[in-house]
């Protein structure tokens, strides 16, 4: 690499720390053994923000966000801040992040480890070998929608509402970003909504198929609705390559997939921002799981998601394949060796913590480079 890149972490609440710390070590080893010459900032978010500066996320760490060359984000929230003022939320600095930053394509990979095929609750010959891709549209559809609100109708009955809203740029752009992922993957793509009942749906669908035929007709296209997809994906899962939908089927359909591989404490995500001159994008990556206030502090949490999650920042912002290669690959020997966290233990594994699941990853990493 020319050039330092800068990091942005931002452990954040409850096991947020810990699995951090893991890829802290990650990074460090990635710099001395590999040149990745990455420098570390690290601040706070969520709850840990707001019991410092009352502000889930502090207007200096948006701009700190902005300037980095990555986020390295860990997990917010957690009981102890359920009364804090809605807009101060710990989840509200993450949805801040991803709207500022413009992180529109929210990529959710779904890998069933073959050490770990009998930790889903499904068939092991039905998630064997499976590995798929969830890109989600982040900042657009239902949940930032106007109007949204309640209000009184003249027979005083209440009623809440929120609008289902998509420009044709904000589906053209997402949708790219899946035709892209599929070119180098097994070059299909599933686009998901209900044509059927929503008009959102329609257009969806006419955008997607008009994209195809112009730019990536040498990708095959399915078209899906949204409840057939959450059926299929617990019938026959590995039908699917990429599959691309709006801002709530892709939250629903990403955490039904996700709990094909058994556990989500070894799914990674990347958010991705629009290309600029250089190519360069604004990204976050974060692991699925969230904050687990509950075991917090006690050496239980799997780092695993976390490391995942640093393999996708070297291979979508620095394009440094053989590197996330080299971390995933030594986390399935890990794992093909027996050892296990809490969340994914099985009858014949060993029960390890979070530190020496890290010690044990760092040290196949070295192997594996000698």
């Known amino acids: 690499m020319t050039k330092n890149r800068k990091i942005l972490m931002l452990p954040g609440d409850g096991i947020g720390p810990e699995v951090m710390h893991e890829v802290a070590r990650m990074i460090e080893w990635m ?15 969520g709850g840990a923000a707001y019991d410092e500066h009352g502000t889930s996320l502090t207007d200096e760490i948006m701009a700190d966000a902005m300037a980095a060359d990555a986020v390295l984000f860990g997990s917010v929230g957690g009981p102890k801040w359920d009364n804090a003022p809605r807009e101060e939320r710990p989840e509200n600095g ?7 930053m413009d992180l529109f394509a929210n990529l959710r990979p779904a890998t069933v480890f073959d050490a770990l095929a009998d930790a889903s609750t499904l ?15 982040l900042t657009a559809g239902v949940y930032f929608g106007a109007p949204r609100g309640t209000d009184m109708l003249p027979d005083g009955t209440r009623r809440g509402f929120d609008t289902e809203v998509y420009t044709e740029p904000e589906i053209q752009r997402v949708a790219s970003v899946a035709f892209e992922l599929a070119r180098k993957r097994s070059n299909k793509v599933h686009s998901v909504e209900k044509a059927n009942v929503m008009e959102s749906g329609v257009f969806w669908r006419e955008i997607v198929t ?8 040498d990708v095959e296209l399915h078209h899906m609705y949204a409840d057939n997809c959450a059926m299929q994906l617990v019938r026959n899962p590995k039908q ?3 599959i691309v939908t709006s801002n709530l089927f892709g939250d629903i359909l990403s955490d039904c997939a996700a709990m094909l591989t058994g556990s989500l404490g070894m799914l990674p995500s990347a958010s991705l921002g629009a290309p600029n001159a250089e190519g360069q994008r604004k990204a976050l990556y974060e692991p699925v799981h ?3 206030p509950d075991i917090a502090g006690q050496r239980l949490a799997n780092p695993v998601a976390m490391m995942l999650s640093y393999a996708m920042m070297l291979r979508y912002s620095f394009d440094m394949k053989t590197e996330a290669d080299l971390i995933e690959q030594a ?14 233990v099985q009858e014949k594994a060993t029960r390890v913590s979070t530190d020496v699941m890290g010690d044990a990853v760092l040290r196949e990493m070295g192997t594996l480079s000698a």
């Not at 710099?31 to 978010?45: K, M, S, Y």
């Not at 993450?94 to 500022?100: H, I």
């Not at 986390?331 to 994914?344: C, E, H, Q, Y």
Request: glycine share 8%; aromatic share 4%.
């Open 210 to 217: 008009a994209l195809h035929k112009a730019e990536y007709s």
């Open 94 to 100: 993450l949805l801040r992040l991803r709207k500022e």
């Open 240 to 242: 699917f390559d990429v």
């Open 31 to 45: 710099n001395d053994r590999r040149g990745t010459a990455f420098d570390i900032q690290e601040g706070l978010v």
């Open 123 to 137: 068939k092991p010959e039905v998630v064997s070998g499976l590995d798929l891709m969830i890109v989600r549209e």
């Open 290 to 292: 969230g904050s687990a």
């Open 331 to 344: 986390v399935k020997n890990v794992l093909a060796s027996g050892l296990r966290t809490a969340d994914i």
